[in-house]
């Protein structure tokens, strides 16, 4: 699996990411084409539903106890003969419409007829209005009452939906087909027009609804999937993220550790190899004769060993504190007596690089409660940190506040700086940064500051790190300031 290094698994999340993009956007489409048939479907039965209903009230006077009427006039053969009936508008065909109502029995005729050649004109397709005696007026008014009705009926029906949609109806002729009131839509891509329904038998207009755009009822049907999917999504980007973030962190913090060996090598190889020569010097030269060279080149190895021995306890206390075995000794710190102190020791090394550390005074003392050991050490890496890395005859100021119960130190030096980006790995085990110039030469494990972050944490405090490169770097540590009750 060498080949599948994380310089390719970024590009191959990207790639999944943007396949199943692709997938998702396959399968809405194809959903919502699915969806605007089964939509249409409804609408469509709702008006039909509609008419059957409505045609049934407008002939049921005095026969609602009727089961066979009933039977008859609501089923959906009923609707399905007479919608027939309604379109089949062939050119020449004559076709007359009956029906009569009895107390006893009902009678409905269908009759039509045409003329084989059809060079010879019949009368053109005609039904017969049944006005059972009433007045051309009173029928107008009837069939205006069943209009109502309809229009009522599919508008209940159309709100039952859950969903707002924008409709009216148009009216056609029934002889002629001609629009007679209403307005069809031009846009036909989104919209919805139903067939053309009667809703009484007496056979004056026809009624069809029209809704301009159903596209937002389609996706208020799709919801959940619409949802789903897109979490879906979130969720696989989420994942992906955090998978390349935690190999990114993992990559380097192997990077980390390697340099961290060779580095740590490097540094125990130069003791061991300066003891080493001057133990061969002493018995080649036979130094023992000259008590002079030899106290210096005794004294020379004593360093050494001292210098290895503070390595190897710097590594062993990390490890101890890694592992949560350090107990904390806990004690009143006066802070800037502490600092000064630290300061002082750190005197022969601001000489060497000819640099100014500055103690911005305070008028009263500042307590915590805490380690003194360790905050000490705390100081010193942050002193040692600023001494390093910044260039020769640079100004370093530690300062003192306190706001909202907690003590602020800060160590401000004006050396290179560091990128915002590695502004929290900086407190990680082992993080160097060695792409920055007048670094790469500086020594170092990379334990400085986790040590530093781990000890001011375990006093119940936190760091924080304000710096731009070529900019100097502000390190602040903010621990709970100890007050008098
Ligand atoms: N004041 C600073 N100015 C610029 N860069 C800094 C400063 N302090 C720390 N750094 C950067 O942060 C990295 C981590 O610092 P840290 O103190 O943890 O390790 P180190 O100094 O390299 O080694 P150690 O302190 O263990 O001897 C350093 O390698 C350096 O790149
Ligand atoms: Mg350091």
Redesign the pocket.
């Known amino acids: 699996m060498k080949w599948l290094t994380s310089r390719y698994v970024f590009p191959l999340a990207v790639v999944t990411l943007i396949i199943s993009l692709c997938l998702q956007c396959a399968w809405i489409r194809q959903l919502y084409v699915a969806q605007k048939k089964s939509v249409a479907t409804a609408l469509e039965s709702i008006v039909s539903d509609a008419s059957r209903r409505v045609i049934y009230q407008s002939i049921a006077k005095g026969h609602e106890k009727s089961i066979r009427f009933q039977q008859f006039f609501l089923s959906p053969e009923w609707l399905a003969l007479r919608q027939a009936f309604d379109e089949l508008k062939v050119d020449n065909l004559r076709s007359q419409f009956h029906y009569g109502i009895t107390n006893d029995s009902s009678v409905v005729e269908m009759k039509m007829s045409f003329l084989n050649d059809p060079k010879k004109k019949n009368s053109h397709h005609s039904s017969i209005a049944i006005t059972d005696g009433k007045s051309q007026q009173e029928v107008s008014q009837q069939d205006q009452r069943d209009l109502k009705v309809m229009d009522s009926l599919v508008n209940h029906r159309l709100d039952l939906l859950g969903f707002h949609i924008d409709r009216s109806y148009a009216l056609y002729d029934y002889s002629d087909g001609k629009l007679v009131k209403g307005k069809t839509v031009s846009n036909a891509k989104s919209a919805f027009l139903s067939g053309k329904y009667t809703y009484n038998l007496k056979f004056q207009n026809r009624y069809q609804l029209v809704v301009p755009t159903i596209t937002w009822l389609i996706i208020y049907q799709m919801k959940y999937y619409l949802i789903s999917s897109f979490m879906m999504l979130v969720l696989t980007a989420v994942a992906f993220y955090l998978l390349i973030r935690l190999m990114k962190n993992q990559q380097l913090y192997a990077q980390a550790k390697m340099s961290f060996t060779s580095n740590m090598t490097h540094e125990l190889q130069t003791p061991i190899s300066t003891i080493a020569v001057a133990l061969e010097s002493i018995s080649k030269y036979h130094l023992i004769d000259e008590p002079g060279k030899l106290e210096n080149y005794i004294n020379i190895s004593r360093h050494e060993l001292q210098r290895l021995q503070a390595m190897i306890e710097k590594v062993l206390k990390q490890e101890q504190m890694d592992i949560g075995k350090t107990k904390l000794q806990f004690s009143l710190i006066d802070i800037q007596s502490l600092l000064k102190q630290v300061m002082l020791s750190m005197d022969i090394q601001v000489r060497e690089k000819n640099m100014q550390l500055i103690l911005v005074p305070v008028n009263e003392p500042y307590f915590i409660k805490g380690d003194a050991m360790h905050i000490a050490n705390v100081c010193y ?1 942050l002193i ?3 001494l ?3 260039p020769a005859q640079s100004r370093i100021e530690v300062s003192c506040s306190i706001a909202d119960h907690e003590l602020t130190i800060s160590f401000k ?1 004006n ?4 990128k915002e980006i590695y502004h929290q790995q ?1 407190f990680e085990r082992f ?3 060695f792409n ?1 110039d007048n ?1 790469h030469n500086v020594k ?7 040590y530093v972050k781990q000890v001011v944490t375990l006093h119940g405090g936190r760091v924080a790190l304000q710096s731009k490169i070529g900019k100097g ?1 502000n ?1 602040m540590i903010i621990l709970p300031l100890y007050e008098e009750n």
């Open positions: 890496n040692d940190n600023a390093k890395y910044s030096d050396g290179p700086g560091i900086v993080f160097r940064i920055q670094i170092g494990s990379g334990l400085g500051l986790h770097s390190f």
